[in-house]
């Protein structure tokens, strides 16, 4: 059973950081993609970062890059988001994702298990 769990989350002032871990269990972490995904109110979820099973390749919504740091740590099978200069519109439940393969992905369908999320609120 793969099992992905959130944690991190909380409530940041604009301009304020915060990091996220996804500790990840039931598979071989080194040999898949990891994957965040933010979900706002009204809205759907979307993509935010992804990482190679190995970490030497990233990718990045283009609003966050720069901000935002996607890294893995195989050998703790925890994956982060380390997020920096948060803004009001960052406030969304942020999700883990473990895919097949290599990776990474900037689509939701080539992930196959996700974590339950974790609340990330911005205030201005």
Do not use: H
Not at 61 to 67: A, F, K, M, T
Not at 85 to 91: A, C, G, H, I, V
């Amino acid at each position: 059973q793969v099992q992905l769990i959130e944690s991190g989350g909380g409530l940041v002032q604009a301009g304020g950081s915060l990091r996220l871990s996804c500790a990840a269990s039931g598979r071989t972490f080194s040999y898949y993609t990891m994957g965040w995904f933010r979900q706002a109110p009204g809205k759907e979820r979307s993509f935010v970062a992804s990482i190679s099973s190995g970490g030497s390749s990233t990718v990045y919504l283009d609003s966050v890059e720069g901000r935002f740091t996607i890294s893995r740590d195989n050998a703790k099978n925890t994956a982060y988001l380390q997020m920096s200069s948060l803004k009001p519109e960052d406030t969304a439940v942020y999700y883990c994702a473990t895919g097949f393969g290599n990776g990474p992905y900037r689509w939701a369908s080539a992930y196959d298990y996700w974590g339950q999320g974790t609340q990330v609120t911005v205030s201005s």
